[in-house]
């Protein structure tokens, strides 16, 4: 059992926290801007909550975050009231938020000067793998620093790997987005296609699941994406064009082209114009469909 202060209580760090105690059997303190959602996840785990990621970090082993983007990540881990501030020598911050390979470089550079570990450790597989403790985590820092965080990782983890230097994680989500709206666009238009050609999708889906087209946004969201629906779940429209953007500034820095991406990314901006940000980010169909 160890000491762990988790920061940051969305759809995501929610049910993370909870996995940490009920599964990981840790001593959980959690933080969160809106006191309300603490006292809600304190109610519903057990644990206790803290006013200020500084207490929360005080005197913890390790100390996850999970908030929305860069500026939320100094905000909640640097300043006087900061968890950097809190945390004790020797214990290990893990960075969870989708943010840039820049301010996980920042954040490892402040954490070694405070004699702590950091992980830069976003994650994949959306809030069905938050809740059901499935997420595949992708990481970047220490080897050590890694080693002793994994344990740890493991309670919400189906895949946690190591995978470079600081900032690692960061650049191997980006790799992760891209792909991910590639594919969707792509699904985007042959459903569709197949919609406007007065196919069966669901015989079609049956057999091209079979073969090279499979995926599991395929097998998971191609009936919601023919009906049209997009609303109370997945992963939102504005999430994945702030994930997009962060990727096409760190392109622009290592000279990657991504047109494709960049596209994309204007087309969720039309969703997010229409007042549809919140949609889930396979609403890439409703463009297409006239949605």
């Known amino acids: 059992m160890a000491k762990v202060a988790f920061l940051g209580l969305g759809v995501m760090g929610y049910p993370m926290a909870g996995h940490l105690l009920k599964k990981g059997g840790h001593d959980v303190t959690v933080y969160?801007?809106?006191p309300a959602k603490a006292a809600q996840w304190t109610k519903e785990y057990g644990g206790k909550s803290a006013p200020t990621p500084r207490e929360a970090a005080s005197g913890c082993d390790f100390v996850m975050m999970c908030v929305g983007n860069d500026d939320d990540v100094r905000a909640v881990a640097l300043g006087e009231q900061g968890a950097v501030a809190g945390i004790k020598k020797g214990a290990v911050l893990?960075?969870?938020?989708?943010?840039s390979a820049v301010v996980a470089?920042?954040?490892?550079?402040?954490?070694?000067s405070a004699g702590t570990g950091f992980v830069d450790a976003p994650v994949s597989g959306g809030q069905a793998g938050a809740v059901n403790g499935q997420l595949s985590i992708m990481c970047g820092g220490e080897q050590a620093d890694f080693d002793r965080a994994k344990p740890v990782l493991d309670a919400y983890a189906k895949m946690c790997a190591l995978i470079g230097g600081p900032g690692s994680g960061q650049l191997t989500k980006m790799v992760n987005q891209v792909a991910i709206v590639g594919l969707l666009q792509g699904l985007s238009e042959a459903l569709n296609f197949g919609r406007k050609a007065g196919l069966d999708m669901e015989k079609v889906v049956a057999v091209i699941s079979k073969g090279a087209a499979q995926s599991w946004q395929?097998?998971?969201r191609w009936k919601t994406m023919v009906e049209?629906?997009?609303e109370g779940f997945g992963f939102a429209a504005d999430w994945m064009r702030k994930d997009l953007n962060i990727a096409l500034a760190e392109a622009k820095k290592n000279g990657a082209h991504m047109p494709g991406t960049a596209l994309i990314e204007q087309y969720y901006g039309r969703i997010s114009a229409a007042g549809h940000g919140r949609w889930d980010n396979t609403a890439l169909m409703g463009l297409l469909a006239g949605d």
């Open 105 to 112: 470089r920042e954040l490892h550079a402040k954490c070694k």
């Open 228 to 230: 049209g629906k997009f």
């Open 218 to 220: 395929l097998e998971n």
């Open 94 to 99: 893990v960075d969870h938020t989708t943010a």
């Open 32 to 34: 969160n801007r809106t």
